[in-house]
């Protein structure tokens, strides 16, 4: 081969090596030209993407405005930022789960007196509340007379350490014009005290009281209460001039084995209710007396274990 012709075969061969050398360059430049400025993405791609995300930020701010509507008041705060966006910052240990559906409180308690043995105790349509509320008058009666100096310190205390053993109307008399109700209320704690409270027209007019227990270690197994005679007589002032129909209470004390106490009054004979170591006995005095009431208890099997014909200390006429 001669010299010419092998020049050209070398430059022919270079050319098919600079075109395919170049082919390449340009193949690597679109993929780096593609890796640099990629294609666009579809817009229906992106509309919907857009549709599904604000969809799904409406939903969860919906979520969260139910939520705050369920949650009581303080327990959330709620704050818009700038962005329009709007968070819950709790406030307390309550969730938002548990917030929807609370479990109720219980009720508290209502503070006052106990109520008595039975439902007979209060008579002529005295409520509870009513013996009650006028228990409350006549203890802040007499807290009013102690702050003034108008009476001596006698601690009564609260009506909630108070059970009420007895409410009934009270007749005016010539001492103490003016109908009214009787309440009478006992506690045993810090001491033994019964209190015979009077109210009239819806305010206090008297309390009776005594504190202590009026048993001695010789006294009988039936005991009357020895203030409970404002219960069951009017004022001698008006002796022989009672006003009639008359409701008359009794009140007094008992030991265990006592099974059974009767009182009768004016003809008429009822039998007590036993409440807490306390005999509640009451009636209607249709007649004049001048007699006390006749007082009898009774052992569980009957057996007569008091007579008050037979108490040397018993008052057995009024006076």
Request: aromatic share 6%.
């Amino acid at each position: 081969m001669s010299e010419e012709q092998a020049q050209g075969q070398g430059q022919g061969e270079g050319a098919e090596v600079e075109a395919g050398f170049e082919e390449q360059l340009r193949g690597l430049l679109a993929e780096d030209a593609y890796t640099i400025r990629p294609s666009a993405a579809p817009y229906p791609a992106i509309r919907r993407r857009g549709v599904v995300e604000r969809r799904r930020r409406v939903a969860a701010a919906g979520a969260v405005l139910v939520t705050l509507a369920a949650v009581p008041v303080g327990a959330y705060a709620v704050g818009g930022s700038g962005g329009g966006s709007v968070t819950a910052a709790p406030q307390s240990s309550v969730s938002a789960s548990r917030a929807s559906t609370p479990t109720p409180s219980p009720s508290p308690t209502p503070s006052g007196p106990a109520g008595p043995a039975t439902p007979g105790q209060l008579l002529d349509g005295i409520t509870f509340a009513q013996a009650a509320d006028g228990l409350e008058k006549c203890l802040a009666y007499n807290r009013d007379r102690e702050e003034n100096g108008g009476g001596i310190k006698l601690n009564l205390g609260a009506a909630d350490s108070y059970r009420i053993i007895l409410a009934m109307n009270s007749t005016g008399d010539t001492n103490a014009p003016g109908d009214g109700m009787y309440v009478v209320a006992v506690r045993d704690e810090p001491q033994e005290t019964r209190l015979i409270c009077n109210v009239k027209d819806g305010e206090a007019s008297g309390l009776n009281t005594s504190g202590g227990s009026d048993r001695l270690p010789d006294s009988p197994p039936v005991l009357a209460d020895i203030n409970g005679g404002k219960l069951y007589q009017q004022s001698f002032l008006d002796k022989g001039n009672w006003k009639l129909p008359f409701r008359w209470g009794f009140i007094g004390t008992v030991v265990p084995s006592v099974a059974k106490v009767t009182v009768s009054y004016g003809g008429a004979t009822s039998e007590a209710t036993l409440d807490h170591g306390w005999f509640v006995a009451s009636g209607v005095l249709n007649q004049q007396v001048t007699v006390a009431p006749h007082i009898k208890g009774y052992d569980p099997d009957g057996k007569l274990i008091y007579d008050s014909d037979k108490d040397k200390t018993y008052q057995k006429t009024l006076p």
